[in-house]
Protein backbone atom coordinates (compact mmCIF):
# COMPACT_ATOMS: atom_id res chain seq x y z
CA UNK A 1 0.00 0.00 0.00
CA UNK A 2 3.52 1.93 0.30
CA UNK A 3 2.65 5.67 1.66
CA UNK A 4 -1.07 6.28 0.21
CA UNK A 5 -3.65 7.52 2.90
CA UNK A 6 -7.60 5.86 2.12
CA UNK A 7 -10.30 7.48 3.34
CA UNK A 8 -13.39 5.75 4.45
CA UNK A 9 -16.99 7.06 4.37
CA UNK A 10 -20.42 6.50 5.24
CA UNK A 11 -21.02 4.08 2.13
CA UNK A 12 -24.37 4.60 -0.17
CA UNK A 13 -26.72 1.49 0.61
CA UNK A 14 -30.23 2.13 -0.54
CA UNK A 15 -31.16 3.99 -3.23
CA UNK A 16 -32.55 6.74 -1.12
CA UNK A 17 -30.02 6.67 1.37
CA UNK A 18 -28.41 10.14 2.54
CA UNK A 19 -27.22 9.03 6.25
CA UNK A 20 -25.92 5.81 8.17
CA UNK A 21 -25.46 4.73 11.35
CA UNK A 22 -21.88 3.45 12.38
CA UNK A 23 -23.52 0.47 14.52
CA UNK A 24 -19.90 -0.34 15.62
CA UNK A 25 -16.45 -0.94 14.84
CA UNK A 26 -14.98 -4.35 14.05
CA UNK A 27 -11.60 -3.83 13.83
CA UNK A 28 -9.23 -1.74 16.29
CA UNK A 29 -6.87 1.12 15.64
CA UNK A 30 -3.42 -0.31 14.70
CA UNK A 31 -5.12 -3.68 13.20
CA UNK A 32 -3.55 -4.70 9.96
CA UNK A 33 -6.73 -5.71 7.61
CA UNK A 34 -7.25 -7.31 3.96
CA UNK A 35 -9.30 -6.02 1.25
CA UNK A 36 -12.72 -7.65 1.69
CA UNK A 37 -12.16 -7.80 5.48
CA UNK A 38 -15.51 -6.01 7.18
CA UNK A 39 -14.70 -3.24 9.23
CA UNK A 40 -17.67 -1.84 10.57
CA UNK A 41 -21.66 -2.22 10.71
CA UNK A 42 -23.50 0.20 8.90
CA UNK A 43 -27.28 0.81 10.00
CA UNK A 44 -29.48 2.74 8.12
CA UNK A 45 -33.72 2.32 7.83
CA UNK A 46 -33.81 -0.79 5.25
CA UNK A 47 -30.44 -2.33 5.93
CA UNK A 48 -28.00 -3.64 8.18
CA UNK A 49 -24.51 -4.31 6.23
CA UNK A 50 -20.96 -4.79 6.96
CA UNK A 51 -18.54 -1.92 5.33
CA UNK A 52 -15.93 -3.75 3.55
CA UNK A 53 -12.08 -2.80 3.47
CA UNK A 54 -11.22 -1.56 0.23
CA UNK A 55 -7.91 -2.26 0.41
CA UNK A 56 -5.14 -3.65 2.57
CA UNK A 57 -3.22 -1.76 4.96
CA UNK A 58 -4.18 -0.63 8.43
CA UNK A 59 -6.48 0.98 10.24
CA UNK A 60 -4.62 4.28 11.75
CA UNK A 61 -7.58 6.39 12.81
CA UNK A 62 -11.50 6.19 13.99
CA UNK A 63 -12.65 8.92 12.77
CA UNK A 64 -16.40 9.10 13.77
CA UNK A 65 -17.51 6.84 16.98
CA UNK A 66 -19.41 3.70 16.95
CA UNK A 67 -23.20 5.14 17.24
CA UNK A 68 -22.67 8.15 15.28
CA UNK A 69 -25.46 8.57 12.65
CA UNK A 70 -23.43 10.45 9.43
CA UNK A 71 -24.39 11.75 6.35
CA UNK A 72 -22.89 9.36 3.12
CA UNK A 73 -19.71 10.50 2.31
CA UNK A 74 -18.55 11.62 5.15
CA UNK A 75 -15.27 10.45 6.65
CA UNK A 76 -16.06 7.61 9.38
CA UNK A 77 -11.96 5.81 9.81
CA UNK A 78 -8.59 5.87 7.87
CA UNK A 79 -6.60 3.26 6.46
CA UNK A 80 -2.66 4.04 5.85
CA UNK A 81 0.74 1.78 6.01
CA UNK A 82 2.58 2.24 9.26
CA UNK A 83 5.08 4.51 7.45
CA UNK A 84 2.72 7.40 7.32
CA UNK A 85 3.23 9.37 10.46
CA UNK A 86 0.27 10.97 12.62
CA UNK A 87 0.84 14.24 11.78
CA UNK A 88 0.18 13.43 7.89
CA UNK A 89 -2.76 11.38 9.05
CA UNK A 90 -4.44 14.35 11.26
CA UNK A 91 -3.61 16.62 8.25
CA UNK A 92 -5.43 14.01 5.70
CA UNK A 93 -8.10 14.12 8.23
CA UNK A 94 -8.21 17.78 8.44
CA UNK A 95 -8.27 18.78 4.94
CA UNK A 96 -10.45 16.08 3.68
CA UNK A 97 -12.94 17.52 5.80
CA UNK A 98 -12.62 20.97 5.07
CA UNK A 99 -13.04 19.75 1.22
CA UNK A 100 -16.48 17.98 2.59
CA UNK A 101 -18.12 21.04 3.68
CA UNK A 102 -17.27 23.17 0.90
CA UNK A 103 -18.33 20.92 -1.28
CA UNK A 104 -21.80 19.48 0.25
CA UNK A 105 -24.27 22.61 -0.96
CA UNK A 106 -23.04 21.57 -4.66
CA UNK A 107 -23.61 17.84 -3.86
CA UNK A 108 -26.97 18.62 -2.51
CA UNK A 109 -27.30 20.29 -5.69
CA UNK A 110 -26.94 17.19 -8.00
CA UNK A 111 -28.62 14.73 -5.73
CA UNK A 112 -32.04 15.22 -7.44
CA UNK A 113 -30.54 13.53 -10.20
CA UNK A 114 -29.70 10.19 -9.17
CA UNK A 115 -33.27 9.66 -7.83
CA UNK A 116 -35.30 6.94 -9.69
CA UNK A 117 -37.56 8.49 -12.13
CA UNK A 118 -40.46 7.41 -14.59
CA UNK A 119 -39.53 6.62 -18.04
CA UNK A 120 -42.07 5.26 -20.94
CA UNK A 121 -40.81 2.66 -22.64
CA UNK A 122 -43.24 1.16 -25.06
CA UNK A 123 -46.62 0.47 -23.47
CA UNK A 124 -44.71 0.54 -20.26
CA UNK A 125 -43.45 3.35 -17.39
CA UNK A 126 -40.89 2.06 -16.00
CA UNK A 127 -39.15 3.38 -12.99
CA UNK A 128 -35.59 4.35 -13.51
CA UNK A 129 -32.33 5.33 -11.71
CA UNK A 130 -29.78 6.64 -13.92
CA UNK A 131 -26.22 7.45 -12.41
CA UNK A 132 -22.73 8.28 -13.58
CA UNK A 133 -20.93 9.80 -16.45
CA UNK A 134 -18.10 9.10 -18.77
CA UNK A 135 -17.04 7.84 -22.14
CA UNK A 136 -17.28 4.44 -22.13
CA UNK A 137 -20.29 2.56 -23.12
CA UNK A 138 -23.34 2.57 -20.29
CA UNK A 139 -23.90 -0.42 -17.95
CA UNK A 140 -27.53 -1.91 -17.85
CA UNK A 141 -28.68 -3.99 -14.84
CA UNK A 142 -31.64 -6.11 -15.35
CA UNK A 143 -33.06 -7.82 -11.54
CA UNK A 144 -34.57 -11.09 -11.25
CA UNK A 145 -37.64 -12.32 -10.75
CA UNK A 146 -40.22 -10.71 -7.71
CA UNK A 147 -36.82 -8.00 -7.15
CA UNK A 148 -36.50 -4.45 -7.76
CA UNK A 149 -33.47 -1.35 -8.02
CA UNK A 150 -32.86 -2.35 -4.98
CA UNK A 151 -31.04 -5.57 -5.91
CA UNK A 152 -28.33 -3.48 -7.04
CA UNK A 153 -27.47 -1.04 -4.37
CA UNK A 154 -24.07 -2.28 -4.13
CA UNK A 155 -23.48 -2.56 -7.56
CA UNK A 156 -25.30 0.26 -9.19
CA UNK A 157 -22.93 3.37 -7.61
CA UNK A 158 -19.69 1.60 -7.27
CA UNK A 159 -19.69 0.82 -10.71
CA UNK A 160 -20.81 3.75 -11.91
CA UNK A 161 -17.42 5.65 -11.74
CA UNK A 162 -16.58 6.14 -15.35
CA UNK A 163 -19.84 5.42 -17.33
CA UNK A 164 -23.45 5.78 -17.06
CA UNK A 165 -24.70 2.72 -14.98
CA UNK A 166 -28.84 2.38 -15.17
CA UNK A 167 -30.95 0.29 -12.56
CA UNK A 168 -34.90 0.16 -13.22
CA UNK A 169 -38.12 -2.25 -12.42
CA UNK A 170 -39.10 -4.46 -14.94
CA UNK A 171 -42.68 -4.48 -16.25
CA UNK A 172 -44.98 -5.81 -13.04
CA UNK A 173 -42.03 -5.19 -10.47
CA UNK A 174 -41.45 -2.28 -8.26
CA UNK A 175 -42.58 1.16 -9.08
CA UNK A 176 -43.20 0.52 -13.07
CA UNK A 177 -46.24 -0.14 -14.29
CA UNK A 178 -48.19 -3.29 -12.70
CA UNK A 179 -50.05 -4.50 -15.79
CA UNK A 180 -47.83 -7.07 -17.41
CA UNK A 181 -49.12 -8.13 -21.47
CA UNK A 182 -46.67 -10.23 -22.13
CA UNK A 183 -44.76 -12.27 -19.16
CA UNK A 184 -42.20 -13.99 -21.82
CA UNK A 185 -38.71 -13.50 -21.81
CA UNK A 186 -39.33 -12.68 -25.15
CA UNK A 187 -41.79 -9.84 -24.28
CA UNK A 188 -39.36 -8.51 -21.16
CA UNK A 189 -36.91 -7.95 -23.43
CA UNK A 190 -38.78 -6.34 -26.06
CA UNK A 191 -39.47 -3.98 -22.90
CA UNK A 192 -35.81 -3.38 -22.35
CA UNK A 193 -35.15 -2.99 -25.82
CA UNK A 194 -37.71 0.13 -25.94
CA UNK A 195 -36.56 1.34 -22.61
CA UNK A 196 -32.68 1.65 -23.97
CA UNK A 197 -34.46 3.33 -26.84
CA UNK A 198 -36.42 5.84 -24.64
CA UNK A 199 -32.80 6.87 -22.99
CA UNK A 200 -31.08 7.00 -26.04
CA UNK A 201 -29.13 4.27 -25.54
CA UNK A 202 -27.69 2.65 -28.82
CA UNK A 203 -25.41 -0.23 -27.11
CA UNK A 204 -25.04 -1.57 -23.70
CA UNK A 205 -22.72 -3.95 -21.35
CA UNK A 206 -25.92 -6.28 -20.45
CA UNK A 207 -25.92 -6.91 -16.53
CA UNK A 208 -28.27 -9.50 -15.45
CA UNK A 209 -29.48 -11.66 -12.44
CA UNK A 210 -31.64 -14.87 -12.12
CA UNK A 211 -34.58 -13.74 -14.29
CA UNK A 212 -33.11 -11.41 -15.53
CA UNK A 213 -29.94 -13.02 -17.13
CA UNK A 214 -32.72 -14.81 -18.92
CA UNK A 215 -33.64 -11.95 -20.21
CA UNK A 216 -30.16 -10.67 -21.42
CA UNK A 217 -29.44 -13.64 -23.20
CA UNK A 218 -32.81 -13.11 -24.72
CA UNK A 219 -31.91 -9.61 -25.77
CA UNK A 220 -28.88 -10.55 -26.95
CA UNK A 221 -30.77 -12.93 -29.13
CA UNK A 222 -33.82 -11.12 -30.27
CA UNK A 223 -32.02 -7.57 -30.25
CA UNK A 224 -27.88 -8.21 -30.68
CA UNK A 225 -26.80 -5.01 -32.17
CA UNK A 226 -27.73 -3.18 -28.21
CA UNK A 227 -25.61 -5.48 -26.34
CA UNK A 228 -22.11 -4.78 -25.63
CA UNK A 229 -21.16 -7.86 -23.59
CA UNK A 230 -22.90 -10.06 -21.00
CA UNK A 231 -22.45 -10.50 -17.06
CA UNK A 232 -24.88 -12.99 -15.84
CA UNK A 233 -25.56 -13.66 -12.66
CA UNK A 234 -27.07 -17.15 -11.64
CA UNK A 235 -28.73 -16.73 -15.38
CA UNK A 236 -32.19 -18.72 -16.47
CA UNK A 237 -32.55 -20.31 -19.05
CA UNK A 238 -29.28 -22.32 -18.66
CA UNK A 239 -31.06 -25.81 -17.81
CA UNK A 240 -34.78 -26.83 -16.93
CA UNK A 241 -34.56 -26.76 -13.15
CA UNK A 242 -35.92 -24.03 -10.59
CA UNK A 243 -37.19 -24.33 -7.56
CA UNK A 244 -40.99 -23.62 -8.00
CA UNK A 245 -41.52 -24.04 -4.29
CA UNK A 246 -39.85 -20.97 -4.22
CA UNK A 247 -41.19 -19.61 -6.92
CA UNK A 248 -44.77 -20.26 -5.40
CA UNK A 249 -44.02 -19.62 -2.25
CA UNK A 250 -42.86 -16.05 -3.03
CA UNK A 251 -45.72 -15.16 -4.56
CA UNK A 252 -48.10 -15.92 -2.99
CA UNK A 253 -46.30 -15.71 0.95
CA UNK A 254 -49.29 -13.45 3.02
CA UNK A 255 -47.50 -13.23 6.34
CA UNK A 256 -44.07 -11.87 6.96
CA UNK A 257 -42.52 -14.97 8.77
CA UNK A 258 -44.08 -17.43 5.58
CA UNK A 259 -42.02 -14.82 3.03
CA UNK A 260 -38.97 -14.70 5.54
CA UNK A 261 -38.42 -18.30 5.32
CA UNK A 262 -39.06 -17.97 1.03
CA UNK A 263 -36.26 -14.96 1.20
CA UNK A 264 -33.90 -17.19 3.42
CA UNK A 265 -33.94 -19.40 0.55
CA UNK A 266 -32.01 -16.20 -1.65
CA UNK A 267 -29.04 -16.33 0.18
CA UNK A 268 -26.51 -18.74 2.37
CA UNK A 269 -26.20 -17.01 4.92
CA UNK A 270 -29.74 -16.65 6.54
CA UNK A 271 -28.74 -13.95 8.81
CA UNK A 272 -28.81 -11.46 5.94
CA UNK A 273 -32.60 -11.65 5.68
CA UNK A 274 -33.90 -9.57 8.31
CA UNK A 275 -36.95 -8.05 9.63
CA UNK A 276 -36.93 -4.55 7.56
CA UNK A 277 -36.28 -6.21 4.63
CA UNK A 278 -38.94 -8.46 4.74
CA UNK A 279 -41.27 -5.43 5.70
CA UNK A 280 -40.18 -3.89 2.68
CA UNK A 281 -41.24 -7.00 0.45
CA UNK A 282 -44.38 -7.65 1.91
CA UNK A 283 -45.45 -3.93 1.08
CA UNK A 284 -44.63 -4.49 -2.35
CA UNK A 285 -46.46 -7.47 -2.73
CA UNK A 286 -49.49 -5.77 -1.60
CA UNK A 287 -49.66 -3.36 -4.14
CA UNK A 288 -52.42 -3.74 -6.37
CA UNK A 289 -51.80 -6.03 -9.49
CA UNK A 290 -48.30 -7.09 -7.70
CA UNK A 291 -49.10 -10.70 -7.44
CA UNK A 292 -51.36 -11.27 -10.58
CA UNK A 293 -47.92 -9.22 -12.36
CA UNK A 294 -45.45 -11.88 -10.70
CA UNK A 295 -48.30 -14.92 -11.85
CA UNK A 296 -48.33 -13.86 -15.28
CA UNK A 297 -44.51 -14.22 -15.28
CA UNK A 298 -44.31 -17.44 -13.53
CA UNK A 299 -46.93 -18.54 -15.62
CA UNK A 300 -45.35 -17.72 -18.80
CA UNK A 301 -41.29 -18.61 -18.04
CA UNK A 302 -41.62 -21.67 -15.64
CA UNK A 303 -44.38 -23.65 -17.20
CA UNK A 304 -45.04 -26.99 -15.54
CA UNK A 305 -42.55 -25.86 -13.03
CA UNK A 306 -39.56 -26.01 -15.48
CA UNK A 307 -37.66 -23.10 -17.48
CA UNK A 308 -39.59 -22.44 -20.25
CA UNK A 309 -36.20 -21.29 -22.54
CA UNK A 310 -33.13 -23.02 -23.40
CA UNK A 311 -30.65 -20.49 -24.18
CA UNK A 312 -27.88 -22.06 -24.32
CA UNK A 313 -27.78 -22.04 -28.13
CA UNK A 314 -27.75 -18.29 -27.59
CA UNK A 315 -25.07 -18.40 -25.69
CA UNK A 316 -22.72 -20.78 -27.48
CA UNK A 317 -23.43 -18.79 -30.61
CA UNK A 318 -22.68 -15.47 -28.32
CA UNK A 319 -20.49 -13.10 -30.56
CA UNK A 320 -19.65 -10.77 -27.43
CA UNK A 321 -17.47 -11.09 -24.42
CA UNK A 322 -19.70 -13.20 -21.72
CA UNK A 323 -18.84 -13.65 -18.03
CA UNK A 324 -20.86 -15.81 -15.44
CA UNK A 325 -21.13 -15.48 -11.78
CA UNK A 326 -23.05 -18.42 -9.94
CA UNK A 327 -23.08 -19.04 -5.61
CA UNK A 328 -22.51 -22.78 -4.99
CA UNK A 329 -25.07 -23.10 -2.34
CA UNK A 330 -27.63 -21.68 -4.74
CA UNK A 331 -31.51 -23.25 -3.23
CA UNK A 332 -33.17 -21.44 -6.72
CA UNK A 333 -31.24 -21.69 -9.85
CA UNK A 334 -28.74 -24.98 -9.26
CA UNK A 335 -25.26 -24.01 -9.87
CA UNK A 336 -25.51 -27.06 -12.38
CA UNK A 337 -26.61 -24.11 -15.08
CA UNK A 338 -22.99 -22.96 -14.97
CA UNK A 339 -21.85 -26.39 -16.48
CA UNK A 340 -20.81 -26.88 -20.00
CA UNK A 341 -20.74 -23.14 -21.01
CA UNK A 342 -18.70 -21.85 -23.59
CA UNK A 343 -14.93 -22.01 -22.99
CA UNK A 344 -14.62 -18.31 -24.00
CA UNK A 345 -17.13 -17.71 -21.02
CA UNK A 346 -15.34 -15.71 -17.97
CA UNK A 347 -16.69 -18.08 -15.06
CA UNK A 348 -16.70 -17.16 -11.50
CA UNK A 349 -18.29 -20.20 -9.40
CA UNK A 350 -18.34 -18.53 -5.46
CA UNK A 351 -18.46 -21.06 -2.79
CA UNK A 352 -20.97 -20.38 0.54
CA UNK A 353 -22.90 -18.14 -1.59
CA UNK A 354 -26.46 -18.43 -2.36
CA UNK A 355 -28.55 -16.81 -5.34
CA UNK A 356 -27.49 -13.34 -4.69
CA UNK A 357 -23.94 -13.24 -5.25
CA UNK A 358 -24.53 -9.46 -5.75
CA UNK A 359 -25.40 -8.99 -2.18
CA UNK A 360 -23.77 -11.21 -0.65
CA UNK A 361 -19.63 -11.28 -2.26
CA UNK A 362 -20.08 -7.65 -3.41
CA UNK A 363 -16.66 -6.39 -3.32
CA UNK A 364 -15.94 -9.86 -5.51
CA UNK A 365 -18.44 -9.29 -8.00
CA UNK A 366 -18.18 -5.26 -8.20
CA UNK A 367 -14.54 -6.05 -8.62
CA UNK A 368 -14.61 -8.57 -11.26
CA UNK A 369 -17.06 -6.08 -13.33
CA UNK A 370 -14.62 -3.39 -13.44
CA UNK A 371 -11.85 -5.53 -14.42
CA UNK A 372 -14.03 -7.33 -17.35
CA UNK A 373 -15.30 -3.60 -18.12
CA UNK A 374 -12.11 -2.06 -18.39
CA UNK A 375 -11.64 -4.78 -21.20
CA UNK A 376 -13.87 -3.76 -23.05
CA UNK A 377 -13.40 -1.07 -25.80
CA UNK A 378 -14.95 2.30 -24.68
CA UNK A 379 -17.59 3.72 -27.20
Not at 57 to 79: D, W, Y
Not at 178 to 201: C, E, H, P, Q, R
Amino acid sequence: MTNTIVPLTMPKFGLAMTEGKLASWLVEPGQSVKQGDELADIETSKITSGYESPTDGVLRKQVAPAGETLPVGALIGVLADPSVSDADIEAFVTRFQAEQSTGEEAEGANSADTEPHQVQAGEYSLNVRDVGTGDDLPLLLIHGFGGDISNWLLTQDALASDRRVIAFDLPGHGASTKAVTDGSLAGLAGAVADLLDALSISKAHVMGHSLGGGIALTLLRDHADKVASLSLVAPAGLEKAVNMAFITGFIEADRNRAMQQELEKLVHDKSLIGRKMVDSVMRARRLDGARDALRTIATACFPNGEQGDDLRPVLDAAKVPVQLFWGEADEVLPVAGAENVPSSVKKHILPGVGHLPQLEKASDVNKEMEEFLKERVPA
